[in-house]
């Protein structure tokens, strides 16, 4: 059994600073590519950001220079600094993972999802 536990969400004023995390746990053989999505009322689930076993990363136009994504493959985490944050930031962020557990059977996980919201 695998599991994505995010943690780290809020309220801030717009301008501020929030940093998510999201620790894997259970049977794990590997990770591939964590990743942060975000989901705002009545819009589909987009991509925030990710990054890749090897550290490289990809960030959606609308958060580059502003949040900053990076894990720990020691204890399975992935971090999102997100600094100066918009209003429009405001969502429920997920995170995602590519997992292969001790079976090397390989599947997408979620996490639950923390809330950020950012007032104007």
């Known amino acids: 059994q695998v599991q994505l536990v995010e943690s780290g969400g809020g309220l801030v004023q717009a301008g501020g600073s929030l940093s998510l995390s999201c620790a894997a746990s259970?049977?794990?053989?590997?990770?591939?590519?964590m990743g942060w999505y975000r989901q705002a009322p009545g819009k589909q689930r987009d991509l925030v950001a990710s990054?890749?076993?090897?550290?490289?990363?990809n960030y959606a136009d609308s958060v580059k220079g502003r949040f900053t994504i990076s894990r720990d493959n020691a204890k399975n985490t992935v971090y999102l600094q997100m600094n100066s944050l918009k209003p429009e930031d405001t969502a429920v962020y997920y995170c995602?993972?590519?997992?292969?557990?001790?079976?090397?059977?390989?599947?997408?996980?979620w996490g639950k999802g923390t809330l950020v919201t950012v007032s104007s």
């Open positions: 259970g049977s794990i053989s590997n990770i591939n590519t």
């Open positions: 990054t890749a076993s090897d550290g490289t990363t």
């Open positions: 995602k993972a590519y997992i292969r557990n001790r079976s090397y059977v390989g599947m997408e996980y």
